[in-house]
């Protein structure tokens, strides 16, 4: 190995020291502490890349790293880091870059230039023990001031977390999360019980507590760990949408996890049971289930036990509770309330109105172009007619934004129906206080899971009627269950099933093929070249060239032939998360496409920069921003280490530690598109996709787009897709609770 002299690196091969301050932090892994970063070096004129383990690191601080040269065949010369040890700066400059790298709220690098300028290498000792001469640095003023002494404390506090898990061998770049959830106490909760960390705080997962654990000595079959394993399995099946879970393979689940002895995991199911944090059921009490769950005890979280038993419960009650409005018949009850420009209703919709207005509970489901929205609007007519207190709602924001378009009533997201309190941390309206209405429509059902369905059934008054409408051969909910197909196969409730597609519809390439693919038939694939269309097909099967088409289908050639804005408009969709043609990937080249330059910031091994196009991934009901909730970072501000997020015009602040409830979203997942419409979807469909090659999800992802589909991978991949119809089994029985007495 030489250098560019000629001469040979020295210490090339042997373990050498290398002292210097962190210039920049180019990327970290949160989980294993693996960091790339720029160190400036005594006697180098340029930073050395630095890369290997090193906890917390921030620009500025002193590190002393023992490690070995190295020369990667893209990168160059780098240093790999063996061990590292860091310290708080001494000098004006490491000064400087520390206190501006956003680590103190208050502070950015204008004003640690300012703080250096005025204290020098004394400034740090400043900010601990007389920080009232802050005052005296231009722009700094009795709030300010009062920011940074907050900041500062907490820093104290998360520096005591830090070196707790850097004495157990544990990255901390989890400190100051682990810090916001249990303030002073967290290295006391930790010692007791690290766990704890698996389900109190997102993005920690249960193999980050057991390293923890293990480095604190917990021993590897204590009843602690295994109790915690099994909540953590239970959690990832929830993660899948299973609502319960087969005892016997939960254990042989558990096990591979834990690598203990299958009785041990046995004895903490029942202690665990005894705690309350799960429900243990005999499955043969539920003869209609399948043969997995009646053979076996089935295990559920103690919270999807409730949902689940109380939603049964109340949605049956509802079904015996008669309404407060009178007796209606839709034929006549149209004739009087007629609606000029409003369709003629066919014979199966007919019967469709005819069952919500006379029944309790009714489902309507239907594909694209079979009505389901003139349906709502003649039933809002004759509900509207007799006076009807009515609702509508849906799951998410765009939903619920197009069911009032549709309608030209109000509609709500059914977060929003619910009024989330903060002071209560849960919803107002429950059973105490129930909604005020008499008539609740509910479109997109497929997308409400079991826990949000039982919040919902609770705030509904028994006497109300309920009204579902979706597309049963959507992919099921994000969220644990299966509710709307549960309640379809209940028999409990009538179901009015749409099948046929309207003149209007006709004409469109992606109803047609929707349908198409929906009866397990090769959708009608068009060319890129001719007339414009609404369905195209590109052949493409290498991954990389799928992802640079991609690029240039979303930045030039679709806005260019259909006027289309490439942020606005155009929604990459893609069957799974990693790999080339993945979501992860797929997100980085497009943001580089659409997005390459301005205000940035770095968080983790995340990149994200003014005006980037992002998506929330789980409920922040402070914020009222939920999981699928699609909007931009309009601004991010490095001095009080804030990012002002516009979703639907409303702006949201984020401390930057809450970032991580944030994605970028220019390609997202088709799970995540539920619910959703977009001007044009571009999918990718490859082999290597092969185990989510399912038929529902390529119809989930065709009928997003409302203008335009493209298609690019393989006809292979296209066809396996359509021919598969096997879905996944989500373990649920809410459905076999609806039809018990």
Not at 169 to 181: E, H, K, L
Not at 509 to 528: C, D, F, K
Request: glycine share 8%; charged share 25%.
């Amino acid at each position: 190995m030489t250098d560019r002299a000629g001469g040979k690196y020295r210490g090339a091969g042997s373990l050498v020291d290398l002292e210097g301050h962190i210039e920049r932090v180019t990327f970290v892994n949160e989980d294993s502490g693996y960091t790339v970063a720029r160190v400036k070096v005594p006697g180098r004129r340029e930073p050395v890349t630095v890369v290997g383990g090193m906890i917390s690191p921030a620009p500025g601080e002193k590190v002393r790293m023992k490690g070995e040269w190295t020369n990667h065949p893209r990168f160059g010369e780098q240093f790999r880091v063996l061990s590292c040890e860091s310290s708080i700066p001494a000098t004006a400059y490491g000064i400087e870059k520390y206190l501006g790298s956003g680590l103190i709220k208050g502070i950015g690098p204008v004003m640690a230039r300012r703080m250096v300028e005025a204290f020098g290498e004394g400034t740090l000792e400043v900010v601990e023990s007389e920080s009232s001469r802050l005052l005296e640095v231009e722009g700094i003023g009795e709030k300010r001031l009062a920011m940074i002494r907050k900041a500062w404390e907490e820093q104290r506090e998360i520096r005591a977390v830090l070196l707790f898990l850097q004495s157990h061998g544990v990255s901390g770049a989890y400190a100051s999360r682990i810090f916001r959830q249990y303030g002073h106490a967290a290295v006391s909760i930790l010692q007791k019980n690290p766990y704890r960390l698996a389900t109190d705080i997102f993005g920690i997962g249960f193999l980050t507590a057991d390293r923890i654990a293990e480095k604190m000595g917990f021993a590897r079959d204590s009843r602690l760990r295994a109790e915690a394993g099994i909540l953590f399995v239970l959690h990832e099946l929830a993660d899948e949408g299973h609502v319960l879970y087969p005892a016997e393979p939960l254990i042989r689940k558990c096990r591979e996890i834990l690598e203990i002895d299958p009785e041990i995991i046995a004895a903490a199911l029942d202690a665990a049971a005894e705690q309350r944090q799960i429900v243990i059921e005999d499955g043969a009490a539920f003869p209609g289930a399948p043969p997995e769950i009646c053979r076996d005890r089935i295990v559920y979280l103690a919270g999807y036990h409730l949902a689940e038993t109380q939603a049964a419960s109340r949605l049956k009650t509802l079904l015996q509770t008669p309404s407060t409005l009178r007796a209606i018949d839709a034929g006549p009850a149209l004739t009087s309330v007629p609606e000029k420009g409003s369709p003629r209703l066919t014979e199966h919709q007919l019967e469709a109105v005819s069952a919500a207005v006379s029944h309790k509970a009714t489902v309507i489901t239907g594909g694209p172009g079979t009505g389901k929205t003139t349906i709502i609007n003649a039933i809002l007519r004759i509900f509207a007619a007799c006076g009807a207190k009515i609702l509508l709602a849906a799951p998410t924001g765009r939903a619920a934004k197009r069911m009032s378009e549709a309608t030209g009533r109000e509609a709500k997201t059914i977060h929003r129906l619910l009024e989330y309190s903060p002071q209560k941390r849960g919803f107002s309206r429950d059973e105490t206080s129930p909604l005020d209405c008499q008539v609740l429509i509910v479109d997109e059902a497929s997308m409400v899971d079991l826990i949000l369905m039982h919040h919902l059934l609770k705030a509904l008054p028994p006497s109300a009627v309920f009204i579902l409408v979706g597309d049963g051969d959507q992919l099921p909910s994000v969220g644990a269950g299966s509710v709307l197909t549960d309640v379809m196969r209940s028999g409990r409730v009538p179901v009015a099933e749409l099948q046929e597609i309207f003149r209007q519809a006709r004409e469109s390439s992606i109803v047609l093929n929707a349908h198409r693919i929906n009866r397990g038939e090769s959708p009608r694939l068009q060319s890129s070249r001719g007339l414009l269309g609404d369905f195209y097909f590109v052949e493409q099967k290498d991954p990389e060239r799928v992802v640079d088409l991609i690029v240039r289908l979303v930045s030039e050639r679709i806005p260019q032939r259909f006027g289309l804005d490439p942020l606005e408009d155009i929604q990459v969709l893609t069957p799974m998360r990693k790999g080339l043609a993945g979501a992860a990937n797929l997100n980085s080249v497009l943001q580089k496409a659409l997005n390459p330059g301005g205000e940035e910031l770095q968080r983790g091994g995340r990149l994200y920069r003014e005006g980037d196009k992002v998506m929330q991934i789980r409920n922040n009901y402070d914020r009222e921003v939920f999981n699928g909730d699609i909007g931009r970072i309009s601004r991010l501000d490095n001095e009080l280490q804030e990012a002002t997020l516009t979703f639907d015009g409303r702006e949201v602040i984020y401390d930057y530690g809450d970032l991580e409830e944030i994605v970028l979203s220019y390609a997202v997942s088709v799970h995540k598109s539920q619910g959703a419409e977009y001007p044009a979807v571009v999918l990718p469909l490859l082999m290597q996709h092969y185990m989510l090659l399912q038929r529902n999800l390529l119809y989930t992802a065709v009928t997003r787009g409302k203008k335009l589909v493209v298609i690019v991978g393989t006809k292979k991949a296209l066809a396996i897709a359509v021919r598969n119809n096997k879905t996944q089994r989500r373990f649920s029985l809410l459905g076999q609770r609806l039809q018990t007495a």
